[in-house]
């Protein structure tokens, strides 16, 4: 079984978990409720885990171009900085190869159906968890599972026969 060690967030996820059985189940009997109860919570941990890995993936790769100080609403595809964070200028190679991994990713990007590309934009450049991302595009979670799950595995592939180096 999985542990979330941040109360917060173990909060949050058992709050979903209710939230779901109450939305899809409250017409079933009272009976039944811990055992769909416990199968919920046990599937928005594993989405919240997975969540966790595709974020911190795609974070790890942009925090190579983010600024050393963090600024309020920072966007990786506006600033180059070099491999150390330095607040020095990238050198002139180093800078060439970042815009052109961000050149890649932004056409890789572009690549994506739109309801890929909005799936992924939001839930991880905008960071919504699945309810909210579901709710802005219309559609189930399901679908933004989906939706997300091919964006991740295209861009990684798009990327790969660019040569952009993901690890």
Not at 35 to 40: K, V
Not at 85 to 110: H, K, R, V, Y
């Amino acid at each position: 079984m999985f542990a979330v060690r941040d109360e917060a967030q173990a909060l949050d996820i058992v709050q979903d978990a209710m939230l779901k059985l109450a939305e899809h189940y409250g017409d079933k009997p009272a009976a039944e409720f811990p055992m769909l109860f416990h199968r919920i919570l046990q599937n928005t941990i594993r989405d919240h885990f997975r969540r966790q890995k595709v974020r911190s993936f795609w974070f790890t790769l942009f925090s190579s171009y983010s600024p050393q100080q963090a600024e309020e609403e920072f966007d990786p595809l506006d600033v180059l900085q070099d491999r150390e964070n330095a607040s020095q200028p990238a050198l002139p190679d180093e800078a060439l190869q970042q815009t052109q991994a961000l050149t890649a990713i932004e056409g890789a990007l572009q690549q994506l159906p739109p309801r890929q590309r909005e799936a992924f934009l939001l839930r991880y450049m905008h960071d919504m968890s699945q309810t909210e991302t579901a709710a802005a595009m219309g559609c189930s979670e399901g679908s933004v599972k989906t939706h997300c799950s091919r964006a991740t595995h295209a861009l990684a592939l798009m990327l790969k026969e660019k040569g952009v180096n993901l690890t």
